[in-house]
């Protein structure tokens, strides 16, 4: 999952950024609206994180800019906490809207929600036969016991499975599970595609020859 | 009793107890005045049939005199000179026509009158006089007569029985009341009493039928007034009861709320007009003071959200030394930030409460200006803005580092919000016997809209925090509360894409 963080206060933007990597996220930044909108129009996010009160740019005209071009989710943060600020914000095409100062737990739930919701889940957990994923606690088990994968590996098969059945470029892959620091090898995909199958189970994932890679439905 | 803390029902009480007083006082005196008439027409028709009557003595001999002619050619019926000859001088005039001899024997009167000795049956008045007491016709007006000794010696039909001689003294007011009845009297020549009296008891009886329909007519009235001045404090009470209700929509914390103005130039006008205006103003006050409030947590959320993101994100895991150094630094800029802040709205507050002493002494302008701008020429230099001075020495009286404060604040704004290569020009000169300090820089300058609103607490032009953890918006509050506490003025014009000048006008004393 790739999330853009928008916000121009350096300190919360470097620990939010960090911490959202913690969490498993290709994370990119910007320190201002303008770059924020260059990069949302750019690259495709599974999530952006947009702050109102910037220099430049204001978080509304992002906000409405991305919208005229793109269904990415946006989780609004704002200081301002009127009625009718929550209200502009998600009449104007926010996703969810969360006021300063936050809890970081909260700000991570409300994030996965977002990007369940876009896949069209409604649960935290997504069951594909004997595998079930936990997306808030990050685990993946089968039949019932865990399998202990490394960050990026959760963060692609979270990803497969949110896209079950769908086939996933591997530029797709790479646009959502790596930020735009990462300056991995391009065989990198193909080294976790295979310690996965490891530890899940061969067929698990699916190779589709020139196309991409598949979870399928069970 | 809570109907008397009711204006309107004082009003109604106050105006419908002054009704009545003045009914009831137009009733008495129309019921007394109609009395007076009804009672003064009676005591004349009295008056002039005992008048009547005492001429008839004259004309006709009671004690068996001879009748007189039926036509004398002279009318006999009362008339008030025969009454009032009579009423004169009634013991002189029946020396005119003696009594025959034989006919009024016995011994003379006291006042040298004489007359027989009398028998009831012998005193016999002008049966035309008499007519006019015939009771079927005359409308209950009667007669008696008594002799000296106090023995009934005539008398009409209808006068009431038992009836007692009046004593005679002098020639006052000989009337009396007998019951119902009102009686006149007097002293025939003959010494007897002679009476004419009237019942009271149909004019008293119509009276009381007066009075009952002043009463009604009295309580419908009341009622109608009453009615009339329950509508009419109805209409005046109605727009205070509508400022009523708005008062209480606004104390109940709506203040938007005003109230209709119908007649500006009406009492309640004028009272609703001051009442909108104060009630506007407390609205500007009130907004501003939420607005301070917002701005405030606003600016104190920033920070806040630092110090919580950066503790929970390191608390997440195991950190190095580096990362934690790292995290608290955050924490520490962020709480620096609010500190700053806090020490902004302190001074601010203490400026709005007249609390803020100024440390007043005599000093140069100049010098305090040149100063500031020694202070900050690493930052021009930085920046690459070259600071111009024009400076003329100016003494004044005033706090000089509440001076040096507001002017450091300026050049800062003047360095920052100015392009590379532009210029700061300060000048320092006197003017109208003020001292004045302009600064102005060749920045981008500031729209017209908001030009005017700079001086507002958390007001920034450009909406963001372009200088973060610097200042958030007070900077000019603070300068525009130092210099009204000097009794100066701060100005402030602008030209968008040439710059802008700020004029600080200081009193020299």
Not at chain 1, 122 to 136: K, P, R, Y
Not at chain 2, 225 to 250: C, Y
Not at chain 2, 424 to 432: A, G, I, M, Q
Not at chain 2, 474 to 489: D, N, P, Q, T, Y
């Amino acid at each position: 999952m790739r999330i853009l963080v928008v916000e121009d206060e350096p300190d919360l933007l470097s620990s939010l950024a960090q911490a959202l990597r913690e969490e498993g996220y290709a994370v990119d930044t910007a320190p201002d609206g303008e770059e924020g909108l260059y990069k949302a129009e750019n690259w495709t996010y599974d999530a952006i994180v947009l702050d109102v009160m910037m220099p430049k740019v204001d978080g509304w005209t992002v906000l409405k800019k991305i919208r005229s071009k793109h269904k990415t989710p946006v989780l609004m943060l704002t200081a301002k906490d009127h009625s009718k600020d929550r209200v502009r914000g998600l009449d104007t095409g926010a996703d969810d809207y969360v006021v300063k100062p936050f809890d970081l737990n909260e700000l991570l739930a409300r994030l996965r929600a977002l990007i369940r919701r876009t896949s069209n889940q409604t649960s935290s957990t997504i069951e594909l036969g004997d595998v079930v994923i936990d997306t808030a606690a990050r685990t993946v088990h089968k039949k019932g016991e865990e399998m202990i994968l490394t960050g990026r590996e959760y963060a692609l098969v979270e990803y497969l499975a949110l896209h079950c059945g769908e086939v996933i470029s591997r530029t797709t892959l790479y646009e959502h599970l790596f930020d735009e620091n990462d300056s991995s090898l391009s065989n990198l995909l193909e080294v976790h595609v295979s310690n996965i199958r490891k530890k899940v189970g061969q067929e698990f994932i699916v190779t589709r020859r020139g196309h991409g890679y598949c979870i399928e439905k069970p | 009793m809570i109907i008397l803390n009711s204006i309107r029902w004082r009003v109604q009480l106050w105006y419908g107890l002054i009704l009545l007083l003045v009914i009831v006082a137009f009733s008495v005196s129309a019921y007394h005045l109609e009395k007076g008439r009804r009672f003064k027409v009676v005591d004349e028709e009295l008056h002039q049939r005992l008048g009547a009557l005492m001429a008839s003595l004259r004309e006709r001999h009671p004690f068996g005199g001879p009748p007189g002619r039926p036509d004398s050619g002279r009318d006999h019926g009362p008339g008030m000179e025969t009454e009032e000859q009579n009423r004169k001088d009634p013991r002189v005039r029946p020396g005119e026509q003696p009594p025959p001899e034989g006919e009024f024997p016995g011994e003379p009167l006291p006042g040298g009158l004489g007359r027989p000795p009398h028998q009831a049956t012998e005193f016999n008045l002008n049966p035309r006089i008499v007519q006019l007491f015939d009771a079927a016709d005359t409308n209950g007006f009667y007669y008696q007569v008594w002799s000296r000794e106090g023995s009934l010696m005539a008398g009409s039909s209808n006068a009431p029985a038992g009836a007692i001689r009046p004593e005679i003294h002098g020639t006052g007011n000989l009337s009396r009341r007998n019951g119902y009845m009102a009686e006149v009297y007097d002293a025939t020549p003959f010494g007897d009493c002679m009476l004419v009296g009237h019942s009271l008891r149909r004019d008293l009886k119509e009276l009381h039928q007066f009075a009952l329909s002043l009463a009604g007519v009295g309580g419908t009235v009341l009622m109608l007034g009453l009615v009339g001045g329950w509508w009419l404090a109805s209409r005046a009470i109605q727009p205070i009861e509508s400022i009523t209700a708005t008062a209480v929509k606004i104390a109940a914390g709506d203040l938007s709320q005003r109230i209709d103005v119908e007649d500006t130039e009406s009492e309640l006008g004028r009272l609703t007009t001051v009442l909108n205006s104060t009630f506007a103003r407390l609205d500007a006050a009130f907004a501003q003071q939420g607005r301070f409030t917002a701005d405030a947590a606003h600016e104190l959320r920033t920070p806040v959200s630092v110090i919580i993101l950066q503790a929970q994100t390191a608390l997440k895991s195991e950190r190095t030394g580096p990362e934690y150094r790292k995290t608290i630094e955050a924490c520490q800029r962020a709480a620096q930030r609010m500190k700053s802040l806090l020490e902004s709205l302190l001074e601010l507050a203490r400026f709005d409460a007249g609390e803020e002493t100024l440390n007043r002494m005599e000093f140069d302008l100049a010098s305090v200006t040149a100063e500031c701008m020694d202070l900050i020429e690493p930052l021009a230099q930085e920046k690459k803005v070259t600071l111009i001075r024009q400076f003329l020495s100016v003494k004044m009286t005033g706090d000089s580092g509440r001076i040096a404060q507001v002017i450091t604040n300026l050049l800062n704004n003047a360095i920052h919000y100015n392009h590379e290569n532009g210029f700061v020009r300060v000048s320092v000169y006197e003017e109208n016997r003020s001292a004045c300090v302009t600064i102005n820089d060749t920045g981008p300058g500031i729209s017209a809209e908001h030009l005017p609103r700079i001086f507002e607490r958390f007001y920034r032009a450009d909406s963001s925090r372009t200088h973060a953890g610097e200042h958030a918006g007070l900077g000019l509050s603070i300068c525009r509360a130092i210099v009204s506490a000097h009794g100066g003025e701060i100005t402030v014009s602008s030209e968008p894409g040439v710059g802008t000048t700020f004029k600080v006008r200081l009193p020299k004393s």
